[in-house]
C-alpha cells in the first residue's frame, strides 16, 4: 500500500515519476483514441490551457469573492442560450460534466412534479434505449424508474412508442442530440409534441451535439430543429468540454425560462454558517475550467467554430466512405461527429482486436456489434493510416488469426 512519503521529492523528480506514468497511455495526438479527447488544434489547447491557469486557485463556490468568475460563467451561459435559441427568459449555468448537467435536469424535473402532480409517488421517465446512461443513474439517486424505449431500425428515437410508454407517473420524456451510440439525432420536434400533449418536462441530451450541431447546421448539413427553438423543449444539457473545446470539467445545464430554472437550486441554512446556497451538485468548482470556457469561446468565435466543424464533417465523410468501400455497414445515418459501424459478414470483434495490435484504442458497440469512433481534428491527418489498418484487420479476422485484446469500456 503506498503511504505518504515522509520527505517531499523535488519536481524534477516527480515530473520525471510522472512521465514515466503515462508511457501505457494511448497517444491521443496521433488520433489512436476515438473517445475522451476533443481537440481544435494546438492554438486553441494553448489558450485553454494559459486561461486555466490564470484562474487555477479561484472557485466557483465563490461568485461575491470572484466577481471575474461570475462573469465569466454569465457569459458563457448567455453565448450557449443565444447558440441553442433561447429567449430572453432562458436560463442556465455551468456545472461538472454531462453527467452533472443531466442530473440536474432531472433533479428539477422531478422538483416540477411535486408541483405539478403532487400525487405521483415514484415519477417515471421515458427515454429511447440510446440515451446516455446518466439519465439512470440520476434516475436511481433520485428515486425516479427509468423505461427504456426500443429505437427504430434506423436507430432514431421512436416518438410514437415513447408516446406508448406514458402513464399516469410519467413525467418526462427525453431526447438526444445526437445519442452518442450511433451518432444520430433523434426527432425531438415529435418528441416534444408528444410531450407537449401530455404536459410532460422534455429534456434534450445535446452534450455531444451543443457545440457543433448548430454549426453544421449553418454549413447546410441537413438538421432539424433540436433546440429551444422546438416548442416543448423545457432543458437542455450541452458540454463544453466536447466539442466547446474547453479543459474538462465545463458543461451547461439550460432551462427555457425561469419558472423551470427556479426548480434546480438548493438552499439549506440550519447551520451555525447562515445560508448555503448553490444552483449545481457540487460546492467547489474549479475556476478555471470556467475561465478556459470562457476564453475558448470567445477565441474562437462562430467562425472558428464552423471552420472546424467543417474539416470534422469532411474527416466523418472521408472514414465513412473508405468504411463502407471495405465493404463495412455504418450504422444508422450519422449526422455529425460519430460514427459507428460493423458488419453481418465478418466478426467485428475480431477487427477491433486486431486494430487493437496496432495502437488503436477501439471503441466498442453492443447493438449491434460494432466499431464506434466519436472524431476530433487529431483524426483528420490519419483517415488513411486509419483505413489500411482496419483492412489490415481485416483480413487478419477473416483468416482467423485474430486474437482477444482486453480493454476498458469506452463509456
Not at 470572484?66 to 449555468?93: C, I, K, Q, Y
Amino acid at each position: 500500500m503506498t503511504s505518504l512519503p515522509k520527505q517531499g521529492k523535488s519536481w524534477s523528480e516527480l515530473d520525471g515519476e510522472m512521465d514515466a506514468a503515462r508511457d501505457g497511455d494511448v497517444d491521443w495526438r496521433r488520433g489512436r483514441v476515438g473517445v475522451y479527447i476533443h481537440y481544435a488544434g494546438d492554438e486553441v489547447l494553448d489558450v485553454a490551457k494559459k486561461a486555466y491557469l490564470k484562474f487555477f486557485s479561484e472557485n466557483g463556490l465563490g461568485p461575491r469573492a470572484f466577481p471575474s468568475l461570475a462573469r465569466f460563467e454569465s457569459d458563457v451561459v448567455a453565448m450557449t442560450l443565444r447558440l441553442l435559441h433561447g429567449g430572453s427568459d432562458a436560463r442556465g449555468a455551468m456545472t461538472t460534466g454531462g453527467t452533472e448537467s443531466i442530473f440536474l435536469a432531472v433533479k428539477s424535473a422531478r422538483d416540477w412534479a411535486r408541483v405539478a402532480r403532487p400525487a405521483v409517488e415514484r415519477p417515471h421517465i421515458v427515454v429511447p434505449q440510446t440515451a446516455h446512461p446518466a439519465f439512470n443513474k440520476a434516475a436511481d439517486w433520485l428515486g425516479i424508474e427509468v423505461q427504456r424505449v426500443p429505437v427504430g431500425a434506423d436507430f432514431h428515437a421512436d416518438a410514437d412508442a415513447m408516446a406508448a410508454a406514458i402513464g399516469p407517473r410519467t413525467i418526462m420524456l427525453v431526447g438526444s442530440a445526437p445519442a452518442f451510440p450511433h451518432g444520430v439525432m433523434d426527432p425531438i420536434a415529435d418528441i416534444a409534441a408528444v410531450a407537449l400533449r401530455h404536459d410532460l418536462w422534455m429534456h434534450v441530451d445535446a452534450c455531444v451535439g451543443g457545440f457543433i450541431a448548430p454549426f453544421a447546421k449553418a454549413l447546410g448539413e441537413p438538421i432539424g430543429d433540436f433546440d429551444f427553438a422546438v416548442p416543448g423543449v423545457v432543458s437542455m444539457s450541452a458540454d463544453l468540454h466536447k466539442y466547446g473545446y474547453a479543459a474538462k470539467g465545463a458543461s451547461t445545464v439550460l432551462y427555457r425560462d425561469a419558472a423551470a430554472f427556479k426548480f434546480q437550486a438548493y438552499s439549506f441554512s440550519d447551520w451555525p454558517r447562515g445560508v448555503y446556497a448553490t444552483q449545481t451538485l457540487v460546492g467547489t468548482r474549479a475556476g478555471g475550467a470556467i475561465a478556459a470556457a470562457w476564453a475558448v469561446m470567445n477565441f474562437l468565435g462562430e467562425d472558428g467554430y464552423r471552420a472546424i466543424t467543417r474539416r470534422l464533417l469532411d474527416t466523418r465523410r472521408a472514414i465513412g466512405a473508405g468504411v463502407e468501400k471495405l465493404g463495412l455497414e455504418i450504422w444508422g445515418r450519422p449526422e455529425l461527429s460519430i460514427l459507428s459501424y460493423g458488419s453481418a459478414a465478418i466478426d467485428i470483434a475480431q477487427v477491433a482486436d486486431r486494430l487493437s495490435t496496432r495502437g488503436w484504442f477501439v471503441g466498442r458497440l453492443v447493438e449491434p456489434p460494432g466499431i464506434h469512433l466519436m472524431l476530433n481534428l487529431t483524426h483528420e491527418p490519419i483517415v488513411e493510416e486509419y483505413l489500411g489498418d482496419l483492412d489490415w484487420a481485416m483480413n487478419e479476422a477473416r483468416a482467423g488469426r485474430a486474437r482477444k485484446v482486453e480493454q476498458p469500456a469506452t463509456y
